[in-house]
């Protein structure tokens, strides 16, 4: 089942002389529970279109459908909501709340939506991310992989139409590194997790069932990992 289609996506910065193109007719679509990587060189375009697909920057014209519906048709108000409940984002520096602990930081996304903690779910999460004895912890508190494990139950936590993960290993060693991504790996056969990865790593693309490679703005390549 389709859970995302772009259709010729574009996003220009500037004017004339000095127009850019970070998207350039950008087209394709994801299965529901599939885990794919993008990746290209620095400035290919490939965290622009991940920030559109999250709802987080808006393209210069083209189309993203979410469960098949046209994001950015919607208001500023739906479209805050559409963010919220149906992406989840995780960042290369984690972007957690430093005044909240574990628990609060996960369960940040549910409260801001006025809705009730799954109890179980949340106690799943914790367990699937060896969280359990940090619950209390501040971010200040926990390794940097410890940190990214909290902003992974924070991005499943609502269970998003789409989790966008941006070079999450980029400030991890490389223990932490594989930790995370078979954390991924798991979230994404667990849950049936969509997930879309952008990655300059090759060798962590491999972990995905799917790469698209982008460069000056344009997929060059989408090809299944075998």
């Known amino acids: ?62 189309k993203v459908y979410v469960n098949g ?3 950015y048709s919607l208001n500023e108000n739906n479209l805050a909501i559409f963010r919220r409940r149906q992406v989840g ?3 290369q520096f984690y972007n957690l709340i430093p005044i909240l602990d574990v628990k609060e930081n996960i369960t940040l996304p549910i409260l801001l939506d006025n809705k009730k903690v799954d109890e179980d779910y949340l106690d799943e999460l914790l367990e699937t991310l060896d969280l359990k004895r940090r619950v209390s912890h501040l971010p200040n508190e926990l390794s940097g992989g410890q940190q990214q494990r909290v902003s992974i139950g924070r991005a499943l936590m609502n269970r998003p139409a789409l989790l966008l993960a941006d070079e999450p290993t980029g400030n991890l060693d490389s223990k932490a590194s594989r930790e995370i991504i078979e954390l991924l790996k798991l979230s994404n056969k667990k849950y049936k997790q969509t997930i879309i990865m952008i990655t300059h790593d090759h060798n962590l693309a491999l972990s995905a069932s799917r790469i698209i490679t982008i460069d000056d703005g344009k997929i060059i390549s989408d090809e299944k990992v075998k």
Not at 3 to 13: A, F, G, S
Not at 26 to 50: D, H, I, N, R
């Open 89 to 91: 984002l995780i960042y």
């Open 1 to 62: 089942m389709e859970i995302l289609r772009v259709e010729n996506l574009c996003k220009t910065y500037g004017q004339r002389n000095t127009l850019v193109k970070a998207l350039d007719d950008v087209s394709f679509s994801v299965e529901k529970g599939e885990f794919v990587a993008v990746v290209g060189p620095s400035g290919s375009g490939k965290s622009t279109l991940l920030h559109i697909l999250g709802g987080v920057d808006k393209p210069t014209k083209g």
């Open 69 to 71: 519906e046209d994001v």
